[in-house]
């Protein structure tokens, strides 16, 4: 199988392109330079693997949540360059593609992750996954809420993503329920690669006219109104993760 897989929800652009046997993968950090630097990164993945891209399987972009503009981002150049290659997408979930690096780098300990992104705006993008039978599930909704006003496990979760280097406190509400943590996980293109192949075979792929980011939260910003009221937390519904 042949696929193309890439990620700007952070700001680290990550790509990566399985073919031929072979895996390559880019990644820098491009923060707002993003919709400069992603389509050379493809295209140089492809020259590289000697690869044209209408022999391609299919094109996994990350859906987020994350940066809006990232996603925005990653979701246009999907949908061109599949309309383009006549190829399926494959939305990948920024919270499974770093559930699948801990779990890469940690082996069982990170079986149960719980996944955390600075959303700006004093807000954590947070949910828990837990893998099994060879892929990744959401038994509760993807959170978007302060630190304080997440609602955590009581036990037994390794913790990833950039949020809790951001926010101690995350860390310190976890307490003894966190059996580990690197604040060093992302949403890996390479670690969306085996997720988009798993979702590819059991037909979760959509039209590139129907890709859509998943924002999670809809807002890029509050009122002042807002800010001094609560704001509860948003939810996606839960699935299989992809």
């Keep these: 199988m042949r696929l193309l897989a890439f990620d700007c929800s952070t700001e680290i652009l990550s790509a990566a392109l399985h073919a031929e046997g072979r895996e390559l993968v880019h990644v820098e950090r491009a923060a707002s330079t993003a919709s400069e630097r992603l389509l050379p990164a493809v295209l140089h993945l492809l020259r590289e693997a000697g690869v044209a891209g209408t022999q391609l399987d299919a094109i996994a972009f990350g859906e987020g949540p994350g940066s809006f503009t990232g996603l925005r981002i990653a979701c246009g150049v999907a949908q061109g360059l599949a309309e383009a290659w006549q190829l399926p997408l494959v939305p990948v979930s920024a919270f499974a593609a770093a559930a699948e690096l801990a779990r890469t780098r940690h082996g069982e300990s990170a079986h149960r992750a719980l ?128």
Excluded: H
């Excluded at 690669?193 to 006219?209: E, F, K, Q, S, T």
């Excluded at 937390?233 to 699935?239: E, L, M």
């Design 115 to 242: 996944i955390a992104f600075d959303a700006r705006m004093r807000e954590v993008y947070m949910q828990v996954l837990e893998y099994a039978g060879g892929q990744w599930y959401e038994p509760d909704v993807a959170q978007v809420a302060a630190v304080d006003s997440l609602r955590l496990p009581a036990a037994g979760v390794f913790g990833g993503g950039d949020a809790f280097a951001r926010y101690p406190q995350l860390r310190e509400r976890l307490g003894d329920a966190l059996v580990g943590c690197d604040e060093q996980i992302f949403p890996c293109a390479q670690s969306m690669i085996a997720l988009a192949g798993g979702a590819l075979r059991a037909g979760r792929a959509v039209d590139p006219a129907a890709a859509r980011p998943n924002y999670v939260r809809d807002k890029v910003a509050y009122t002042a109104a807002e800010r001094q009221g609560q704001m509860p937390a948003a939810a996606n519904s839960g699935r299989v993760a992809s």
